[in-house]
Structures are given as structure tokens and as C-alpha cells.
């Protein structure tokens, strides 16, 4: 080809580029670009989307969490639950005095997944048991928190108890697993335990976790559950439980019962020692001379059956330089116990020991004292004294204006034993009973409208200490109805005779076989005989006779027949 024709094709290839190459590029190259920026914005809405689940999956086993430390679902037994466990937390744990747990109405939101709950709580404690009860109150699992806290103190020395008022709030999530008639599982020691290196035996184990370790509260002591073999569990003291006296652990009675305490992840890894900057910054107490005593609250004597219950407290001391430790010194008593920190003196003797006094040193140990404290106490263990019992008293029937008495019986299952009788306040006026016999009296004024009467009986023993039991009885007050109840018929049914009393002031029939108690008007009388004409009646050892025809008004005592006299012979 000559360089002019090479000319000509090169400007024609040109020429041909510059008009058709948009209509090729429009052809092939923009879908292209189409497609990317389509997969651009797939790839966008994919990666908004997978975050978008992600967010749904992390919220869902959030909700999941939020379900399992969850308050039952139906309001009002979560509030019931909540209540319980709130107020066990104060006086069991923390220790409280004078503990009200008070809830406020139920809050259900609307288009909601869930109702609020709501509990205000006034007490006494002093700091120190505040802070066990805070520390207790946010290691539990559960969806709660406290909206109020307001402390004040009476005085600004020595340990002052302080006037507590809280307020809660706790969460019920509808679609939450019920929790029972509790809070958290519950069970009970199935037999004594004071052998540490020995598993505690409970009753059954349904609700708590088959996993080890978890963590459980026996009253004020919490126990780490390390292994767990059926109903046997080997424990461990959790070192934030107070311990009982020094060289004494801690020992669990039959029946006592076994709480599941799940801790709350946040504070898995915490201790009561990260709440110690509450007593060290107590702003009520300023520091003063130690003037310690010892006091016990509490009966020193108590029964046989029964359980010691007595607190040795340590008076005049000055937390800031540390807590009292209490111990036992001495031969104490099979079974006693002393709670190192808290005082709780506690023992259930059986039946094989001996009733008596026993004499005790209760010392006291405590950062500031130059020496120990110590003080005797003597335990007193006496023969139990069980209450007297009221035979059943049935409704008894008086008439106006005529002496009414009763018979009150009582019975007492201790010899020896002094019985005094007597009316409690409300009694009607006239009304008396014998403080010996028990015998009742009361004439009902004619003038007093007739009707139920209710007054009470009460029996007091003389044992130590004395029992003193209360018996409701119902008299109903009324017209003379034995002048209009008269034996209208006396009949033969199936090889039985009955016979028929009819009370034509109220149109009543009395239908009685022989043996049966007759009670009507102001007679009680057991129907010893029915002959074809005439009754006799039982009252007590006394026979009373009614004829056919008669009104109970009638009812007449036999005499007894006078015993044939024999006829000297003679001499």
C-alpha cells in the first residue's frame, strides 16, 4: 500500500473512531460501570444489613440475659417475691431492727415488655450493716437498683444506729420463666451439719444449678457450693460471710433453710472489702475514747424442745479501729455456738442433756483494747411446759333473766401442773367464772335483746415461763323456748325408737335416737331411754323424766330409790 492510501485509511479509521466510539462505549463499557456501582451499593446494603443482625443478635441474648435475672412475670407474684427476699435481706443479712417493707402500687407501661415494681424500706442499722446490705443487695443476679438512699444518725459518737429509708425498683419481664412461690430456688438442711470436711445433706436440689461452683445463703452465712453430688454438697465458707467465733466454724441446724444466691457477673471478682471506704468515711461518727461494754439481749433461760436464742452485744465501740470479735471460753455445752461478729449465741440442746444452769465466759476481742473484755453468763435449761387445751365448747343456748352456767374444761399435759382461769376484757356485765374450777356463771338481764353472745375464756398455767391459751365461746341468748318445746311423738323406725320434740314458737322438730344430746334452750341432757310414753334424760350422773305431752319446761329429776333396809334379826 503507498503512503498516500496508508494516509487516507488512517484519517477513515479517525473518522470512524470519533463518530461511532460513543455509541460502542454507551454499548459495552457503561453497563459495566452500571453493574459496579450497583454492586457498590448491594455490597453497602449487605454490610448495613449483617450489622443491622448483629445488633439484633447482641440485643436478643441481652434480652435472653435480661429474661433469666428476671422477676417472675405476672406483677403480683413478683412483687410477693421481691418483698420477701428484700425483707430477708435486711434481717437476715444485714441485720436490721424494726424492718418495714412497703410497696407502691404495680407499674405496667403500656405497649411495654415489661411492669416496674416498687418497695420503700425503713429500718435501724448501723453502717457497718449497711454496708453488708448493699454489698449483698447488688451481688444478686437480678434486674433491681436502688433509686433512694437517705441515712440519718442520731448522734455523732460512739456507733449510732441509723433511721434507713430506701426506695427499689425491680423488673418483671412478661415473656420471663416463672420463679415459684421465691425470689430463688429454695431447700432445706435435711440433717445438722457441723463437720466442714462432711457434705450438708439438703432435702432436694430441684432449681439449683447441677454446674459447681455456685454460691448459696444458709439465714446470714453464705456457703461456695464446690461440689455437688445429688442431695450432698461439699461447701466452702464465701470469705465475704461473717464467720462464726474464732476457732468455731459455722454449723447448720435441720430445717434451716438452703437460699441459691447466683452472683451477678459485674461482681464475680468483687469483695465486701471494696465497700470498706463507707465505714472508713462514716461522715455521722466522729472518733471517740473507747468505753466498751459487753450486753446480752435476749432470754438467758428457755425450755426444753426449745432453742437458746441471745445476742451478746459489744457496747461503746468505735468501728473505725475495727470490728468486736466474740468467743465462747470454757466447756461449753454439746451444740452451743457463738457467731464470732455478730454476738448470736445459739444452741438446741437434745433431749439426752441434762436441764440445769450453766455458767460461760463470753469474751471480746477488738482492735483499741489494751485487754479483752470478758463477762460471765449463766444459761439456764429448763423442763419444758407445754400449753393446757380447752375441750371443744359447742354453742351454748341461755335464757333471759335465768342463771346460765357452764362447765369449762381444760386439760394440761404437764403433772403438777396450777391452772387459772379467767374472762377476757369484753366479757357481758355479771359475767364470772371460778378462777379454780372453771365453772361459768351469767344471768342474762331480762331487759338485754336476745341474740348471739361471744365472750373469751383464758387459762393460764403456772409452769416457767407460763402459758396462757384463749378459747372463743358463742351463747346464744333468748326466750324460755323450753315452755313451748313440747314430745309431740315417739315412734318406732327400723327396730330404733326416736322420739319428737316440737317448738311451736318457732315451728322447729328436734329429732333424737337413745344416746344422743339433746341441746336446746338452756338443757343439755344425753337421751338415756325412750319408753312408749316416757323419756329419760342423763344429766351427768342425775336421770330426768318427760312424758308424752310434756313441755321440756316439765323435764323433772328422779330420786334415787333409797336401798331396802334389812331387818334386824333377833338377838
Known amino acids: 500500500m503507498q503512503l498516500r492510501e496508508k494516509v487516507l485509511a488512517g484519517g477513515l479509521l479517525v473518522a470512524v473512531v470519533f463518530y461511532f466510539g460513543p ?34 443478635e447482641a440485643k436478643q441474648k441481652l434480652f435472653s440475659e435480661w429474661k433469666g435475672r428476671s422477676l417472675s412475670p405476672k406483677p403480683q407474684d413478683a412483687a ?15 441485720e436490721f431492727s424494726n424492718v418495714q417493707v412497703t410497696p407502691d402500687p404495680v407499674t405496667v407501661a403500656a405497649n411495654q415488655p415489661f411492669s416496674t415494681v416498687r418497695f420503700k424500706l425503713k429500718a435501724e442499722a448501723t453502717m457497718a450493716q449497711v454496708r453488708l446490705f448493699l454489698f449483698r443487695f447488688f451481688q ?29 425498683e425491680a423488673l418483671s419481664l412478661k415473656d420471663a420463666q416463672p420463679r415459684g412461690t421465691t425470689v ?19 432435702r432436694h436440689a430441684e432449681g439449683f444449678p447441677t454446674k459447681t461452683p455456685f454460691l448459696v445463703r444458709v439465714g446470714k452465712h453464705y456457703f461456695e457450693v464446690k461440689e455437688a453430688a445429688d442431695h450432698r454438697w461439699t461447701l466452702a465458707p464465701d470469705p465475704n460471710s461473717p464467720q462464726s467465733a474464732v476457732g468455731r466454724p459455722v454449723s447448720l441446724l435441720a430445717d434451716e433453710t438452703v437460699e441459691f444466691a447466683p452472683v451477678h457477673p459485674e461482681f464475680s471478682k468483687r469483695a465486701i472489702a471494696h465497700f470498706d471506704p463507707i465505714l472508713k468515711r462514716n461522715l455521722f461518727v466522729k472518733p471517740v475514747p473507747y468505753a466498751p461494754k459487753l450486753d446480752f439481749v435476749g432470754s438467758k433461760s ?12 459489744a457496747i461503746g465501740f468505735d468501728l473505725s ?30 433431749d439426752a442433756q441434762a436441764l440445769g444452769d450453766f455458767k460461760l465466759n463470753v469474751i471480746v476481742k477488738a482492735a483499741g483494747l489494751k485487754e479483752q473484755l470478758k463477762q460471765e453468763l449463766i444459761v439456764s435449761l429448763k423442763q419444758s411446759n407445754k400449753p393446757p387445751k380447752f375441750e371443744s365448747i359447742s354453742e351454748r343456748h341461755a335464757v333471759l333473766g335465768k342463771e346460765f352456767s357452764m362447765p369449762v374444761k381444760v386439760t394440761d399435759e404437764d403433772p403438777d401442773t396450777k391452772l387459772s382461769f379467767s374472762l377476757a376484757p369484753g366479757a357481758p356485765e355479771g359475767a364470772k367464772i371460778d378462777a379454780e374450777s372453771g365453772e361459768f356463771k351469767w344471768t342474762p338481764p331480762a331487759t338485754m335483746v336476745p341474740g348471739p353472745v361471744k365472750l373469751t375464756v383464758q387459762v393460764a398455767d403456772n409452769g416457767n415461763p407460763p402459758n396462757t391459751v384463749k378459747q372463743e365461746v358463742t351463747i ?17 323406725k327400723n327396730g330404733k325408737r326416736e322420739l319428737w320434740l316440737s317448738d311451736k314458737s318457732t315451728n322447729r322438730l328436734i329429732v333424737l335416737k337413745e344416746g344422743e344430746v339433746l341441746r336446746y334452750a338452756d ?8 319408753d312408749k310414753k316416757t323419756v329419760l334424760m342423763k344429766k351427768g350422773d342425775e336421770l330426768w323424766r318427760l312424758d308424752l305431752g310434756d313441755t321440756l319446761k316439765k323435764l323433772r329429776k328422779l330420786e334415787p330409790v333409797a336401798a331396802p333396809v334389812t331387818p334386824k334379826k333377833p338377838s
Open 523 to 530: 338443757i343439755e341432757a344425753t337421751v338415756f331411754r325412750i
Open 184 to 202: 430463688f430456688a429454695r431447700t432445706e438442711v435435711a440433717e445438722d451439719w457441723q463437720d466442714p470436711t462432711q457434705p450438708l445433706v439438703v
Open 476 to 492: 346464744t341468748v333468748g326466750d324460755d323456748l323450753a315452755q313451748f318445746t313440747e314430745l309431740t311423738g315417739i315412734f318406732d
Open 302 to 313: 428457755f425450755s426444753r424442745g426449745g432453742t437458746l436464742d441471745l445476742t451478746c452485744r
Open 80 to 94: 410477693r417475691n421481691y418483698q420477701q427476699w428484700l425483707t430477708e435481706l435486711a434481717e437476715d443479712v444485714g
Open 321 to 350: 479501729q475495727g470490728e468486736p470479735i466474740f468467743a465462747l471460753e470454757g466447756d461449753a455445752p454439746s451444740g452451743m455456738a457463738l457467731d464470732g461478729r455478730s454476738g448470736k449465741l445459739s444452741w438446741k440442746p437434745d
Open 23 to 56: 455509541t460502542v462505549w454507551e454499548g459495552f463499557i457503561a453497563p459495566i460501570q452500571d453493574a459496579e456501582r450497583t454492586l457498590e451499593s448491594a455490597t453497602k446494603i449487605h454490610g448495613d444489613r449483617k450489622l443491622e443482625k448483629q445488633n439484633i
Open 140 to 168: 444478686a443476679d437480678l434486674l433491681h437498683s436502688i433509686t433512694q438512699l437517705n441515712l440519718e444518725s442520731p448522734a455523732v459518737t460512739g456507733n449510732p444506729k441509723l433511721t434507713v429509708n430506701m426506695s427499689f
